[in-house]
């Protein structure tokens, strides 16, 4: 076997240029000298954070949810007592993925310094503070709280997703993304069902019951915060991740450091670096080919977020030809948290089965799904719903409601697809530059769920749907180019010693 040579890349990494002649037949984590009990510890701080970020966001998604209608019933109240309110829940959510957007860059920094659960507990608390400021909702406080959720979310779920991968390994980035989602997506069965209960009949919503709302909503959010305080700092040891042919510990700290054709990026010192260096890792990640091509499904994602969280079930509300469509927005939530949920359970139990075959059959899945899902909203519900109510019909037929129920699983489903398998696949990418992977994925999400906010009230049914077709396709196809070449190299097997 020949001697290693290295050669200076940018940010101060070294890259090795050769490479052992026997390749292996494929990258799995090896079993040697594996410690059951901190396999044990990893999975338990997988399933703690999932159950954390579970009451989180039942508590903020409910909040979004209602928060137009809260503040609408806020204004009439007003009016009744002759005063004045003026305050939006689209440009409270506008101003929350705008700062988003920009305090993703923030993160990787914030993470270096105080680490991923601090960085997690110190992105939840504005949470808390958004939903208590609407118990009693002023202007001025809610657009200020918006503007810090924007700030927390940005830390929040870049540590999430740094924690996430410390807590993986190749074999269970999979598994545990899966079993992550699922948790988190049971916020959306129980938001709804709260909101489908305690609001069936109600058409304004009065202080008295904004206030038991709220409160409510507020304290779940507070237990969720303080779970975060239960996670453990995982024991990472070099045995976990030797392959079985390699003896010494250089060569054994070699595994999952794979060539960059792998596409797998190594920053050896990325845990030892200060926040200038993480923002820089971040600048340097976002010119690289696989970034720039997964940018593409990261910018869909925030599309169809922007449209399954807020569009939709305004459309839905504004189908007047549908039988009391207010009561349907719960059950078409309900419905959609119930895709989200059985699609990442399945892709958690099965991921290393998955794995084997390629994370493409998954998204193809997903692609299947939204663009069924986009097909028959378009024929279901009025071009004008977006903008305004109508009694008139989709393209070809009378809006149903059980139709439209359909459509929101169909788009759970779907995002629960493309959201897992871009979990999965940053994380093996991106095994020591995870916090500014996640960074820039969730600022790319944003930013395009922020520019859908802006337009979604403004634009017809037809071309809002005919802009998420587009990126769909688009960004499938930049996924599979990446999963293709990523595990092309895989069956290779060639690794950097």
Not at 6 to 11: A, D, K, M, P, S
Not at 264 to 269: A, F, W, Y
Not at 308 to 324: E, K, M, Q, W
Request: hydrophobic share 45%; charged share 10%; glycine share 8%.
């Amino acid at each position: 076997m020949t001697s290693p040579k290295t050669e200076r890349t940018g940010l101060g990494s070294v890259r090795s240029t050769a490479f052992v002649t026997r390749p292996i037949t494929s990258v799995t984590t090896p079993r040697l000298h594996h410690n059951q009990g901190k396999m044990e510890i990893k999975l338990l701080n997988v399933i703690l954070m999932g159950f954390a970020f579970m009451f989180i966001f039942t508590a903020f998604q409910t909040c979004s949810e209602i928060e137009q209608r809260v503040l609408k019933s806020a204004e009439q109240e007003a009016k009744m007592h002759n005063t004045t309110f003026t305050a939006s829940g689209y440009n409270s959510l506008a101003i929350i993925y705008s700062v988003f957007a920009a305090s993703n860059w923030l993160g990787p920094s914030v993470v270096s310094v105080i680490g991923p659960k601090y960085s997690m507990l110190a992105g939840a608390i504005p949470y808390c503070l958004f939903i208590a400021s609407l118990i009693q909702p002023l202007a001025a406080t809610l657009y200020i709280a918006s503007a810090l959720v924007g700030v927390g979310a940005g830390i929040l779920w870049t540590a999430q997703g740094n924690f996430l991968t410390i807590n993986s390994d190749p074999d269970t980035i999979a598994r545990n993304s899966g079993i992550f989602w699922a948790l988190l997506q049971f916020s959306l069965l129980f938001g709804n069902l709260y909101v489908f209960l305690q609001l069936e009949g109600v058409s304004i919503i009065s202080d008295e019951y904004r206030y038991i709302i709220y409160s409510v909503l507020t304290v779940v959010c507070v237990i969720g915060t303080l779970g975060l305080l239960t996670l453990r700092k995982p024991k990472v040891s070099v045995n976990n991740a030797c392959y079985p042919l390699q003896t010494t510990v250089d060569q054994c700290d070699s595994y999952l450091k794979v060539h960059d054709n792998l596409h797998i990026i190594n920053s050896k010192n990325a845990s030892e670096e200060g926040p200038w260096q993480a923002f820089m890792r971040s600048i340097h990640l976002l010119t690289t080919k696989e970034m720039l091509l997964l940018s593409a499904v990261f910018a869909y994602t925030g599309l169809e977020l922007t449209f399954f969280s807020g569009v939709y079930p305004t459309c839905i509300g504004n189908a007047r030809l549908i039988h009391d469509p207010d009561r349907y927005i719960g059950l078409a939530g309900i419905f959609l948290g119930i895709g989200e949920i059985i699609g990442g359970a399945f892709f958690g139990i099965f991921g290393k089965k998955i794995l084997r075959h390629g994370r493409d059959p998954v998204i193809l899945v997903g692609f299947i799904s939204h663009a069924a899902a986009f097909f028959l909203i378009f024929m279901n519900i009025p071009s004008i719903a977006p903008i305004s109510a109508s009694e008139t019909h989709g393209y070809l037929i009378e809006p149903s409601a059980t139709l439209a129920v359909a459509c929101s699983f169909l788009l759970g489903l779907g995002d629960s697809s493309f959201n897992t398998q871009i979990y999965s696949i940053l994380g093996f990418m991106y095994t020591e530059d995870s916090a500014p992977a996640f960074a820039l994925f969730k600022f790319v999400q944003s930013l395009f769920a922020a520019i859908a906010f802006f337009y979604s009230g403004h634009v017809m049914l037809q071309w809002q749907l005919l802009v998420l077709v587009i990126s769909l396709f688009f960004g499938t196809l930049c996924f599979f180019l990446v999963e293709w070449s990523t595990s092309k190299m895989a069956r290779q097997g060639y690794i950097s010693i």
